[in-house]
Each structure stands twice: as structure tokens, then as C-alpha cells.
């Protein structure tokens, strides 16, 4: 079991993670690029399907240099894309996305938004895209974020037809247009106008591109020169954007940064036509706004007389600002903070410990200082608002205060877009506020007035947990409120063989002292239970207990959900826990529902031992292991060095001809281990890069074909082959029940000593047979499979695994 994934641990435990601050401080730089960008008004909007889609140069671009409020809006968080630092799939994988396209928004500087779509994997056409996520329902969400962000410019990434390269990339494109108009029509969901207005933009227009084979500039279009260098930050917008970029991590997007002038063109989709000029027509300056003429001179005086070596000069005058603009539109989020970064005003609120129950109140400590020079004209206090209590602040003073801040009465630390169970096309979000936004606001806060003269402001700081790392230095996390205990499963999914019964281990963990309760299991219908209740009792918080249950299926068993309810003082809680741990993003807690999917087959098993070597990560060695095998994880090393005779199949994980550095050496001796008599089953690569292009011992080529629909029609076209009849017997049954997809980037130019095995295509789509190639060679046999087992397996698909058994047996 991948503690990665499923992560059970103790608070002391609790893992460490970002380097980044939560109360970080400016330096002069970044005050200065904040000082002047409060001459600037207007904003744009990026539109494109998924983190990475998004044009980072040109995002930095606009934040950094032409100083607009940037936003780029991501239909989805990416959940159906795969993997390559991990094996978080669907909804976890789109967590760690989305945390880091936030990390990519703050290195370029502009905003991040979503829809409620769900990232469902690869289709084919925007057709489909519409009917599995509901059109209606996205294009309101587009709507909405347009007409809070109000963009003068919407730019998509894609164009509406089949050079998208993918039906999320073209729909994202026909949405984005389609909002453009439907977002300025008070008819058009009408019921947002509560609480914003319809908005028209000046023109939306394709950032056209010239990659992957496919060009689609051409030099009458609206050029951009975006290559330009900041030496305020000390870095050209290429730079910055690779530093972007780079956060991807998960999609293997490491970026070289790049210096130097870059032209990004655009071509026009709607509204008002430029000719020479992507802002033409547009007042990014103050004065679009009537009555600014005192404040533009005034922000030009403290643009002017900016000291990098004293910000605090500025104070005085921003002071002054800020009662100008009150009640106009100005940006007075990012004035408050310029305001507080240059009275040196550091704040920060952590809580005793890393996690809480509902309803506990939170221990926390109060840390916070002004650094400025003992001649600074202004006194300085700050009052927290739930206590009172009230404190100046002496220049360059540290002031410490420890008090108990209430959490929340009854919210989890719970993404809120997975807080309720969601079909394949989009979450279920009931809360208009939340629509759009990347993630949950804090839960706990110490809100604070801070006066500087005779100016207050009022300002929310998040409580986090913050602990000192003998390696990392200073570590910050975010507070977890949790439930008062979670029963978490160890695996997804079950499979049952025949009439055999599992013992089922459930990790129970306590988030309250003095905890008692007793844990209840629901079944489907034919299945039976022992114990049918189980009481436990925890004296500590954090404590863990491993406990078990004994389940049987019955004659007349059918698959479902295994459910615990874990009752509490006469309440139920049915969560489980998990914790994502990676160092370039900040630690994510989740309580997902405390379910698992169980499966009853007649499954016969050939072999035991199998050897796998880890690609880019996949759940498969899990899975063989439930269903009895005995599975060794290899190295390169021990692939080169040890005797492979010993066992009956060697299985690669995803993707490894994409990523191993080491394959030119070990792939003579994967072709010994078959030559001699073993099985090789490896599974799906991408086409491109390959650090090896012989993947068998017969040629083939991968190609970018797909079968998306997981239902599609399965031929068995070599019905009498081994790898369909031994040890169990496949059928068309075992085709049923598949989650996302059948298969991705299929074999093709196959040579013919290989038989494939299966045919299939997607609706309107001629038959494909490169998911299941096999061949023999020497004494033993080679498989290679596109089929996506890396999905199905860990899904519990009976039919998947029935069929994978087959593929690493062989009849002696």
C-alpha cells in the first residue's frame, strides 16, 4: 500500500511540507511592482481546459508588465490525466493539480479560477465533452466567473474545432465564446445577478500557437512581443514563465526558462475587432474611472518617490490614498497590503497543534512586529477582534500573545467541490460563492484591526500550524479541522474469489481526547459480516487503532459499496482520511467518505511470484497482491543482477519506456528472462519522448490512438488464443464495468509474429487492434497492453483483473 496515497499517521507524525510561508512579507521589489500597478485598471481573462493548458509567458506578461489583473480559468483540475510523480488517481490527482496551478499563479502573478467540471479523461470531440459534463451547467459557471473577474479581454488557448487536439481543449474555446456574449445577456442565468452584474468584454480572441506539428500563427495576425525583461524582478517574463511552468510536476512539465523576445499572435473570435493593438479601444489607466484625476496625480507622487532602502517614506502619502479612493474603484485589497508592507507590519497566527475535532476550540499563538525605525511618524496597534484584546506595536518590537480561537462548528477540512458525491461530468457544488474559486478559504481565522495613524484596517490572517524542521528549518502547514475519528480502508476496491472470505483491516484514528464509539458496517445485499458492530475507545488524541472485520460473500452476493458509520456520542461520522504529501505543495488533508467498492468473480490463478519494475507510478502491484500473489518490487539493479528465473512473470509499470534513464541496459535481460521461458507484460507508454524505442522483441510503434468510451464494443478477435482461455475463460462480460477508458496510445505497425488480441473503437471510429498485442518468444511470451489496467485494477473491475491474470500466466 502506497503510503503516499493512503497516508494513516499519528499528529506526531504529521507530515511536513512547502517551503512557503503563510505570512510572507514583500521585498522592495515586489512593493514597488504593487505600487505601480495601482495605475492600472482593467483586467484579462485566459480560458483553456486543464492545468497546463495555460500560456505562462504570456499570463506574467500581462500581471507583471502591463500590470492588469491576469486570471486564467481552468474548466477542470486535470483529474483524468495520469500520473508521474505519484499514484494518486481522479479526484486526488485533480488535488495535487490544483495546487499546483496555484503555485504556478504565484510565480506569473495572476489569479486562478475553475469550473465544476470534471476532468473525465480524454475525448475525442467537444460533443461529447458537453453531454458528459452538462453544457449548460459549465457555460453558467464561465458566466459567473466572468462577470465577477469582468475582464476587457478573453483570450483562449484553443480554437473551436479538431486542431484543439482534444474535446475539453475545443470546448473550452466554444464556451469561452459563447460566455462572451451570454455573460453581457441579464437573460442568461439570471440568477446570478444578485450578486454581480452582466459584463461585456471588448473582444475575445485564440492565442494562436506553433507546436506539437501544428501551426496556426501567420504574420497578419495581432502580434504581442511578451519576450521582454523586468529588471525590477531581475527576470525576462520567459524566465518567470518557466519558473511557472515548472511547478507541474505531476505532468513531468520541468521547463527550461528562456530570454529573449518571444511574439505570441492572436487571431479574433468576437466583439469589437483590433487592428493593430490587442488592447486597442481599452484605458488601462485610472482615468476610465470618472472623478480619478486626485488620485492618479497622487499615485504618481508615491510611484516617484519610492525608497527601496525605506519604504516606510511611502507611508504617509499611501495613507492619504486610502482615504481618497474610499467608495471608488480602486484597488484597495492591494493597497492595504502595500500599506502594511511598508509599515514593516508582520502577523502571524499559528495553532498548538497541527489538527482539531469539530467544535474544539483552537489553542493559538499570536506573533507580530512592525519593522520600522524609532522615528516612524505613525503608532501603530493592532486589535484582535474575537478577544479585544488591543496592543501596540513598538517599532521593530516582537510581540507574542496566546489565546483560544474558535473553529468551525460544523465544516471539515474538506475540499469544498468534493464535499458531496459528483457523477462523471461535474461536481456538485450548491453554493454559488464558491463556484470558480480554486480552494476553500480558511476555516479558522484571527481577523484583526490594524490602525496606522488614523487609518484601520481590518484583515484577516489564517491560522496555521508551524513547526521547526532539523533539516527543513521552519515548516508551515495548514490547520486541519477534522471529524472526531475517521475509519480509513487500505485499499479502494475488493475482489472476492469464489466463496473465500477476506478479513478487512480499517485504520481508525482519534482526533479528541477520551474518544468512545462504536463502528457500524453497511452492505450490499448477500453479503455477511463478522463483527456486525465493533465498539472501540481511544484515550488520545491522535492515537491510531488497526481494527478488522471478517467478510463473506454469499451465493447470491452483488457488488457495491462497503460502508462504515462510526457513531459518536449519538452522532455518525463517515469519513475516512488522507493526506497528500509532496515538498512543492502544501500538505493536503482530505476526509473522504469512508467507502469501499467490493466485487465477487470466479477467478483462477496460474503463478505466484511476479517482479515488477515501477514506471511512473500506478496501483498495480497492490492490486496482484490482494488477490494472492506474492509481488517484488525490482530495481534497476536487481533486474540486472538477479537471478529473474524465479518467477512466473515480470509486469512494468506505466509509462516506464517514457521515464527509466537505465532501459538501454536492463531490456536485453527483460528479452533473456522471456527468451528462457518467463513472462513479460508491460504495460501502456506515451509515444513521445521514448528513452527506448524497441519495447519487444518484434517492432511495433505506439500511436496516439485511444478508445475514451469504457464501454465501448470489445471483438474478441483471437477467440482461441491462450491469453482468452487460460486459466479463466473471457468473454464479453468481462468487458463490463471498465471506469473511464478502454485503452490509450494503441499499438500500431505491428510485426506479425504478434497476434493482437482484442478490437475495438469508439462510436463512429473504424475498429483499432493495438490494445492487446502478445507474441511468443523463445520459451516464454511477451505482451504489451494499452489497455488501462492501471484504472481498472484498483477499481476492483472483476473482468480487468480476470483478464490481467490470464496475461501473466502461462500453460506449462
Not at 484543439?164 to 460566455?179: K, N, P, T
Not at 462548528?409 to 480554486?438: R, T
Not at 469519513?575 to 482530505?590: A, F, M, S, W
Not at 507484460?681 to 506515451?686: S, T
Request: proline letters at 5%.
Amino acid at each position: 500500500m502506497k503510503f503516499r496515497q493512503y497516508l494513516l499517521l499519528s499528529l506526531a507524525a504529521f507530515p511536513i511540507y512547502s517551503n512557503a510561508q503563510f505570512s510572507p512579507t514583500l521585498n522592495a521589489a515586489e512593493i514597488k511592482q504593487g505600487l505601480e500597478s495601482l495605475n492600472v485598471s482593467g483586467s484579462v481573462l485566459y480560458v483553456a481546459a486543464h492545468p497546463d493548458d495555460e500560456n505562462t509567458r504570456l499570463l506574467a506578461y500581462l500581471a507583471k508588465e502591463k500590470k492588469v489583473r491576469a486570471g486564467y480559468l481552468s474548466l477542470t483540475r486535470g483529474d483524468g490525466g495520469q500520473n508521474l510523480i505519484g499514484t494518486e488517481q481522479a479526484e486526488l490527482l485533480g488535488l495535487i493539480r490544483t495546487q499546483e496551478l496555484l503555485a504556478a499563479r504565484r510565480m506569473d502573478g495572476a489569479a486562478q479560477f475553475f469550473t465544476r467540471a470534471n476532468d473525465f479523461g480524454f475525448s475525442k470531440n467537444p460533443e461529447e465533452s458537453f453531454k458528459i459534463w452538462n453544457k449548460t451547467k459549465i457555460l453558467s459557471d464561465v458566466v459567473w466567473v466572468i462577470r465577477k473577474f469582468q475582464p476587457d479581454v478573453i483570450i483562449t488557448r484553443f480554437p473551436e474545432d479538431a486542431r484543439a487536439g482534444h474535446g475539453h481543449h475545443s470546448g473550452s474555446a466554444i464556451l469561452a465564446r459563447e460566455a462572451f456574449s451570454a455573460a453581457a445577456d441579464p437573460k442568461q442565468f439570471p440568477e446570478q445577478l444578485a450578486f454581480v452584474k452582466p459584463w461585456q468584454a471588448k473582444r475575445i480572441v485564440w492565442n494562436t500557437f506553433n507546436f506539437g506539428g501544428n501551426n496556426t500563427t501567420s504574420e497578419d495576425q495581432l502580434k504581442l512581443d511578451v519576450g521582454l525583461y523586468n529588471p525590477l524582478l531581475g527576470k525576462g517574463y520567459g524566465e518567470i514563465a518557466a519558473e511557472s511552468r515548472s511547478n507541474h510536476k505531476s505532468q513531468g512539465f520541468g521547463s527550461a526558462r528562456q530570454r529573449g523576445s518571444a511574439i505570441e499572435y492572436f487571431s479574433p473570435v468576437a466583439g469589437e475587432k483590433a487592428k493593430s493593438d490587442l488592447f486597442e479601444g481599452i484605458d488601462f489607466s485610472l482615468n476610465r474611472n470618472p472623478g480619478s484625476a486626485e488620485i492618479q496625480k497622487l499615485v504618481t507622487e508615491i510611484n516617484a518617490g519610492f525608497q527601496a532602502s525605506n519604504p516606510s517614506a511611502s507611508v504617509a502619502k499611501l495613507l492619504k490614498l486610502r482615504e481618497l479612493v474610499k467608495g471608488k474603484p480602486f484597488k484597495q485589497e492591494l493597497l492595504d497590503d502595500l500599506i502594511l508592507a511598508c509599515s514593516g507590519i508582520w502577523i502571524e497566527v499559528a495553532a498548538a497543534n497541527p489538527s482539531y475535532a469539530l467544535n474544539d476550540s483552537v489553542a493559538v499563538k499570536i506573533q507580530a512586529i512592525a519593522r520600522v525605525k524609532d522615528n516612524f511618524p505613525f503608532s501603530i496597534n493592532i486589535q484582535e477582534l474575537q478577544s479585544r484584546l488591543k496592543v501596540d506595536l513598538a517599532p521593530n518590537r516582537l510581540t507574542a500573545m496566546d489565546r483560544k480561537i474558535f473553529g468551525s462548528a460544523n465544516q471539515l477540512s474538506q475540499p469544498y467541490w468534493l464535499e458531496k458525491k459528483h457523477g462523471q461530468g461535474s461536481f456538485e457544488v450548491d453554493d454559488l460563492s464558491l463556484i470558480g474559486l480554486p480552494e476553500n478559504h480558511a476555516l479558522v481565522n484571527g481577523v484583526f484591526r490594524i490602525t496606522i495613524g488614523d487609518q484601520t484596517i481590518e484583515k484577516k490572517f489564517p491560522v496555521i500550524y508551524k513547526f521547526t524542521d532539523p533539516v527543513k528549518g521552519e515548516v508551515y502547514q495548514p490547520l486541519v479541522i477534522a471529524p472526531p475519528v475517521t475509519a480509513t480502508f487500505g485499499e479502494k476496491a475488493f475482489l472476492f474469489n469464489g466463496t473465500e472470505s477476506k478479513t478487512i483491516f480499517i485504520s481508525l484514528q482519534s482526533f479528541r481526547d477520551h474518544l468512545t464509539g462504536s463502528l457500524v458496517p453497511q452492505l450490499p445485499s448477500g453479503w455477511s459480516i463478522s463483527p456486525e458492530k465493533l465498539d472501540f475507545s481511544m484515550d488520545k488524541k491522535g492515537e491510531q487503532q488497526m481494527v478488522s472485520f471478517k467478510l463473506s460473500p454469499g451465493a447470491t452476493s452483488t457488488g457495491g459499496d462497503f460502508a462504515l458509520s462510526a457513531v459518536v456520542d449519538g452522532k455518525s461520522y463517515h469519513q475516512g482520511l488522507q493526506v497528500l504529501n509532496y515538498d512543492h505543495i502544501p500538505v493536503q488533508t482530505l476526509f473522504p467518505s469512508a467507502t469501499a467498492r467490493i466485487e465477487h468473480t470466479d477467478l483462477k490463478i496460474a503463478g505466484k511470484r511476479i517482479g515488477f519494475i515501477a514506471g511512473a507510478g500506478d496501483l498495480v502491484p497492490e492490486s496482484l497482491k490482494q488477490i494472492g500473489f506474492d509481488v517484488t518490487q525490482l530495481s534497476e539493479q536487481q533486474v540486472l543482477n538477479a537471478d529473474l528465473s524465479s518467477f512466473d512473470a515480470l509486469v512494468t509499470g506505466v509509462r516506464l519506456y517514457n521515464i527509466n534513464e537505465h532501459l538501454q541496459a536492463i531490456q536485453p535481460k527483460l528479452m533473456k528472462y522471456v527468451e528462457n521461458g518467463g513472462v513479460l507484460l508491460v504495460q501502456y507508454n506515451v509515444n513521445s519522448p521514448l528513452k527506448r524505442n524497441e519495447i519487444g522483441p518484434y517492432p511495433f510503434a505506439l500511436s496516439r490512438d485511444r478508445v475514451t468510451e469504457e464501454d465501448a464494443a470489445v471483438t474478441l478477435l483471437a477467440p482461441n488464443h491462450a491469453v482468452l482461455n487460460y486459466p479463466n475463460k473471457i468473454t464479453l462480460k468481462d468487458f463490463e464495468g471498465w471506469v473511464q477508458e478502454r485503452g490509450l496510445y494503441f499499438a500500431t505497425n505491428i510485426d506479425p509474429k504478434y497476434t493482437p488480441i482484442l478490437g475495438m473503437h469508439d462510436t463512429g471510429e473504424t475498429e483499432k487492434n493495438g490494445s492487446l498485442i502478445v507474441a511468443d518468444y523463445g520459451k516464454g511470451k511477451f505482451v504489451y497492453t494499452s489497455l488501462s489496467f492501471f484504472r481498472q485494477l484498483p477499481a476492483g473491475v472483476p473482468g480487468a483483473y480476470r483478464l490481467f491474470v490470464n496475461l501473466i500466466s502461462n500453460k506449462k
